[in-house]
């Protein structure tokens, strides 16, 4: 039996400069969690150590993914029974346990269990907000500071994959993961699936991870969850005035209803700001969706490049 991770993690990158990435992490509503000589880590408002590490490398380039398991126990299960890592010490702000695995594509994939708070961070408390017939902000204004969003946490990471069906399988086997929308070209060929965590009755995220299968095997983006929509927009105006490359958005997504926003950082990874997803649990059946859905969006640009 396959365990049941909870939720994403962090995303691990290499780079060759952490001043520019910690420049950027921070423009993007990352905030510092800890730095030596080596190795960045950048945390979200949620009390988890963090969600974005750096480690200084002469080639820049993606370094891994990793998930939340329920216990130490978890991981035991991962490294006898599925050819994971022996279980070590996990560095980094908030500590833990880890073990690790390369899934069919060559990337890494963490699994963490035992991770201890590091304290909750100030984030804005969303506003109510006047619609048509319903008021209840009468009397109160709106007034924003001007700066960057506040990420709250890792919210999904999405890999291009050689083989689809092959990494869905490896993934499912692994981690538990089920389907939320599959993207079929036709009857009988599908490319892709939204996954989620399996809680049971619990809500959760749309999707944790999805996997496109493009023929390569690469990293595609990492999603990252903000306060509110006035925090995304906030967080547009401030990387824009920054100088920093804006990639797609801002929209809300057809699968998974995300209104998003995605920005390059200095060395081409691409990262988006979310607010307003769905939540589904295990009463929510699994969907086939098109290509037009995954690419499109309810309202804003559709995409012209690769799938989120």
Same mark, same amino acid.
């Given at each position: 039996?396959?365990?049941?991770?909870r939720? %994403? &993690?962090? $995303?691990?990158?290499?780079?060759? #400069? /952490? @001043? =520019?990435?910690?420049?950027?992490?921070?423009?993007?509503?990352?905030?510092?969690?800890?730095?030596?000589?080596?190795?960045?880590?950048?945390?979200?408002?949620?009390?988890?150590?963090?969600?974005?590490?750096?480690?200084?490398?002469?080639?820049?380039?993606?370094?891994? %993914? &990793?998930? $939340?398991?329920?216990?130490?126990? #978890? /991981? @035991? =299960?991962?490294?006898?029974?599925?050819g994971?890592?022996?279980?070590?010490?996990?560095?980094g702000?908030?500590?833990?346990?880890?073990?690790?695995?390369?899934?069919?594509?060559?990337h890494?994939?963490?699994?963490?269990?035992?991770?201890?708070?590091?304290?909750?961070?100030?984030?804005?408390?969303?506003?109510?907000?006047?619609?048509?017939? =319903?008021?209840?902000?009468?009397?109160?204004?709106?007034?924003?500071?001007?700066?960057?969003?506040?990420v709250?946490?890792?919210?999904h990471?999405?890999?291009?994959?050689?083989?689809?069906?092959?990494?869905?399988?490896?993934?499912?086997?692994?981690?538990?993961?089920?389907?939320?929308d599959?993207?079929?070209?036709?009857?009988?060929?599908?490319?892709?699936?939204?996954?989620?965590?399996?809680?049971?009755?619990?809500?959760?995220?749309?999707?944790t991870?999805?996997?496109?299968?493009?023929?390569?095997?690469?990293?595609?983006?990492?999603?990252?969850?903000?306060?509110?929509?006035?925090?995304?927009m906030?967080?547009?105006?401030?990387?824009?005035?920054?100088?920093?490359?804006?990639?797609?958005?801002?929209?809300?997504?057809?699968?998974?209803?995300?209104?998003?926003?995605?920005?390059?950082?200095?060395?081409?990874?691409?990262?988006?700001?979310?607010?307003?997803?769905?939540?589904?649990?295990?009463?929510?059946?699994?969907?086939?969706?098109?290509?037009?859905?995954?690419?499109?969006?309810?309202w804003?640009?559709?995409?012209?490049?690769?799938?989120?």
């Amino acid at each position: 039996m396959p365990i049941r991770v909870r939720d %994403v &993690a962090y $995303v691990r990158f290499n780079a060759p #400069d /952490l @001043d =520019v990435m910690e420049k950027f992490a921070t423009s993007f509503g990352l905030q510092l969690a800890a730095r030596d000589e080596n190795t960045l880590y950048m945390r979200g408002t949620d009390d988890d150590g963090f969600v974005h590490v750096t480690h200084r490398a002469e080639t820049p380039g993606f370094a891994g %993914v &990793a998930f $939340v398991a329920d216990s130490v126990d #978890d /991981l @035991d =299960v991962l490294t006898r029974e599925y050819g994971f890592s022996p279980v070590a010490e996990l560095a980094g702000p908030g500590g833990g346990r880890v073990a690790h695995a390369t899934d069919p594509n060559g990337h890494r994939v963490e699994v963490v269990a035992g991770r201890g708070s590091i304290g909750a961070l100030p984030s804005p408390t969303p506003m109510p907000r006047n619609a048509a017939g =319903v008021s209840p902000r009468a009397g109160a204004m709106v007034r924003l500071e001007a700066g960057p969003s506040h990420v709250k946490r890792l919210g999904h990471c999405v890999l291009d994959v050689l083989d689809f069906r092959a990494s869905e399988q490896w993934y499912k086997a692994r981690l538990g993961l089920v389907t939320s929308d599959e993207i079929a070209l036709d009857s009988s060929t599908s490319i892709g699936a939204f996954m989620r965590c399996d809680k049971g009755a619990e809500f959760v995220d749309h999707h944790t991870l999805f996997l496109i299968g493009s023929g390569k095997a690469a990293f595609n983006h990492a999603a990252f969850e903000v306060a509110d929509f006035d925090d995304l927009m906030r967080g547009n105006t401030h990387l824009a005035s920054a100088g920093y490359a804006h990639q797609w958005g801002i929209g809300r997504h057809i699968l998974g209803s995300q209104i998003y926003d995605y920005w390059l950082d200095p060395w081409g990874h691409m990262v988006e700001h979310w607010t307003d997803g769905d939540l589904f649990n295990n009463q929510t059946p699994p969907n086939i969706a098109s290509l037009t859905d995954l690419i499109g969006s309810q309202w804003g640009p559709t995409h012209g490049g690769p799938p989120r």
